[in-house]
């Protein structure tokens, strides 16, 4: 469960961002004053900290991202010219599975 500093913190770091202020400590605890909330005296200095050591862009377009880098990396190939003639490849099974029907096939329409 987040805090309402953690909450105040973020909200403010996304306005500075937005607005291409720099974002630091002093600007962060600005706005959490100018929004009448009080909040512990490290959160602006930790979020800040995060902000710099971190890209706010892709902070925000990943959002909701699960999962890590290996979870996502590829199966590594076979190393036989055999096994690679018997073994579809993952991207295979993906266009197998990924066959979608349209409206038509499922004999409704979402407009009806």
């Given at each position: 469960m987040s805090s309402i500093g953690e909450l105040a913190c973020t909200y403010a770091c996304l306005i500075l961002h937005d607005d291409g202020i720099p974002i630091n400590a002093e600007k962060i605890g600005t706005l959490i004053k100018a929004?009448?909330?009080?909040?512990?005296?490290?959160?602006?200095?930790?979020?800040?900290?995060?902000?710099?050591?971190?890209?706010?862009?892709?902070?925000?377009?990943?959002?909701?991202?699960?999962?890590?880098?290996?979870?996502?990396?590829?199966?590594?190939?076979?190393?036989?010219?055999?096994?690679?003639?018997?073994a579809p490849s993952a991207n295979d099974k993906k266009k197998e599975e990924v066959k979608e029907e349209s409206d038509d096939e499922l004999m409704f329409s979402l407009f009806d």
């Open positions: 929004a009448n909330l009080k909040v512990e005296s490290y959160w602006p200095s930790l979020f800040a900290k995060l902000c710099q050591k971190m890209n706010v862009d892709e902070l925000v377009m990943n959002v909701g991202v699960g999962g890590t880098a290996a979870a996502t990396a590829a199966a590594p190939a076979p190393t036989t010219g055999q096994d690679a003639a018997a």
